[in-house]
């Protein structure tokens, strides 16, 4: 479905992606690995067009979207829950939901309102709030709401865990799980290792922007050395 394929960016003079490679097949949930600071987030923001190829291609479904504005790649089905959540703080809870929905268009799981808010029922009970009013982990519920209402064939969670309390935690693992069994496609980043071992399909190491490993969850667990070497735990 997403075929990152030999990508090279910059920001500005400097190199982050050497010949970046990475698939992604509908119905799976697929992890970028690493350290701080080796190139994750930047191959999020170059999948979505707000850091641009130098060269190499990617393509959603057969068709090239490295030339696209962001808003196009949005709309030809990926949605972000980015590194920080970025909701939008002076919209409420609803309008955030709304802002970006779109009815699925081909035949995806469907996300609608409704099914958002029962994922997610302490968020339903905040429809009113200002975005800025809800607990970092009820914004990270709404980014990934409002991510799912625009019904992408891929989802992109960047760090979604990130400065959550334990139990929230929990609730982001949960939800991750139930978009599996719905089918979502998934792109995830994160540094627990432990929990994306018991939930994705395969697995790439991130190491100074190039992909240095790949491979399930069983492979993954199997091998401490490469746990220690390229994520320090
Ligand atoms: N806007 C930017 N301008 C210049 N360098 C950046 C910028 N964002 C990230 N970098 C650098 O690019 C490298 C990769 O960063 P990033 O993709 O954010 O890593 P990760 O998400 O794996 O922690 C790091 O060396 C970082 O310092
Ligand atoms: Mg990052």
């Not at 997610?120 to 009820?138: C, D, K, M």
């Not at 991750?176 to 994306?196: F, R, W």
Request: glycine share 12%.
């Amino acid at each position: 479905m997403l075929e990152v394929r030999r990508v090279n960016a910059f920001y500005g003079d400097s190199q982050v992606l050497f010949d970046m490679n990475l698939a992604v097949s509908s119905g799976e949930v697929v992890t970028l690995l690493g350290r701080n600071g080796m190139g994750k987030t930047t191959t999020v923001r170059t999948i979505m067009g707000i850091v641009r190829t130098r060269s190499g291609t990617i393509t959603l479904n057969g068709t090239r979207i490295d030339h696209l504005p962001s808003h196009a790649i949005a709309r030809a089905g990926i949605g972000l829950v980015p590194e920080g959540r970025q909701i939008f703080p002076n919209l409420s809870v609803r309008e955030n939901l709304i802002a970006t929905a779109r009815t699925p268009s081909r035949g995806g799981p469907g996300w609608t309102f409704e099914r958002v808010i029962e994922l997610f029922p302490a968020v339903g009970t905040r429809l009113a709030s200002a975005g800025n009013q809800l607990s970092g982990g009820e914004q990270q519920m709404l980014a990934i709401g409002r991510a799912l209402l625009t019904n992408p064939l891929l989802m992109i969670l960047d760090e979604a865990t990130e400065g959550l309390a334990p139990l929230v935690r929990q609730e982001i693992w949960a939800c991750l799980g139930s978009l599996k069994k719905a089918g979502q496609a998934v792109l995830v980043i994160d540094k627990n290792v432990e929990m994306l071992a018991g939930l994705a399909d395969l697995h790439h190491i991130v190491e100074k922007g190039r992909v240095v490993w790949k491979g399930t969850s069983a492979e993954l667990r199997a091998d401490r050395s490469l746990q220690l070497r390229y994520l320090g735990v």
